[in-house]
């Protein structure tokens, strides 16, 4: 199996998507790749239960993709090994009214993970400057100050957003946070090819929905968005990582990989030792629970 480098997938300089590749060939077949990733994903869990003791760090794992990229079950595959005391995963949909009377950030500050903790974002705060731009329409249900029409959103607007999600995963890099970004990049051949497979599948058509084809159709605009995330906000605390993924197993393997890479960079992350009263004591302990009657 080819080696996984992380920096060969993190974002660090100005890109051209149309250059960042949808395939990439780690000379394995799906069985070595389903066993190596089982094996990463225990070894994340070990660094995840030392983290939730320790409880310094948190993670955020954020993850976007263009539909029928693999978001859902790469979740599912990479995190499958974990303890669910140490991980809290949010779906972030349309807003909900309650949502909409606070500012667009505020329903992913009261969603970050606590210290120890991992927290996965399935769609991200990302959504904020892709579907919003894609359909600005979609900006008058925030009933923002100066926005009355969506002949008022301009670039300056858009400038704003971006300044302000950098400073949000600024603020809690600082405090404790490791973020994590990955972009699910798919072509548009393998989407399509996904999608009629959902629709030849009758135990995936509800997966199905006519607005898909409808998103679908405003692809190189979806591209253009998501390019611009890429060279505005993968910064060194909070990198983007371009993820090949027509391939799914080595898509997941990839992401694993590049989590595992990471955080076992953090030396500082482990279990936390009983007080030295305690561990003095530990025999008697031990002999007390052994003379239970």
Avoid at 54 to 83: P, W
Avoid at 273 to 285: D, F, M, R, V
Wanted: overall charge positive.
């Amino acid at each position: 199996m080819k080696t996984i480098k992380t920096d060969d997938f993190r974002i660090t300089s100005k890109i051209n998507i149309k250059d960042l590749p949808t395939t990439v060939d780690i000379q394995s077949n799906k069985k070595e790749l389903k066993a190596a990733l089982r094996d990463v994903s225990k070894d994340l869990a070990e660094i995840q239960n030392a983290m939730y003791a320790y409880g310094k760090y948190s993670v955020l794992f954020c993850i976007q993709g263009m539909d029928t990229a693999g978001k859902d079950s790469l979740i599912r595959e990479v995190f499958k090994e974990f303890n669910v005391r140490g991980i809290v995963a949010h779906s972030f949909k349309k807003p909900t009214d309650l949502e909409l009377k606070h500012d667009y950030l505020w329903r992913h500050y009261i969603a970050l993970p606590a210290r120890g903790k991992f927290g996965i974002f399935n769609r991200t705060h990302y959504e904020n400057v892709l579907v919003t731009r894609v359909h600005p329409n979609y900006l008058m249900y925030e009933n923002m100050p100066g926005i009355d029409s969506v002949e008022d959103v301009n670039d300056a607007f858009w400038d704003r957003r971006f300044e302000e999600i950098n400073a949000f995963e600024k603020h809690i890099a600082d405090n404790g946070t490791i973020i994590f970004k990955f972009f699910l990049n798919l072509s548009k051949d393998e989407q399509k090819n996904r999608l009629l497979r959902r629709l030849n599948r009758p135990d995936k058509q509800w997966k199905f929905s006519s607005d898909d084809l409808k998103e679908r159709k405003l692809w190189d605009k979806y591209q253009m968005c998501y390019e611009e995330v890429l060279n505005r906000s993968s910064k060194v605390h909070a990198p983007w990582f371009n993820i090949p993924a027509d391939d799914k197993p080595a898509a997941r393997y990839i992401v694993a990989k590049i989590l595992y890479d990471t955080l076992k960079q953090y030396a500082d992350i482990k279990e936390p030792e009983l007080p030295a009263k305690e561990k003095a004591n530990i025999g008697l302990y031990k002999q007390e629970l052994e003379n239970e009657n």
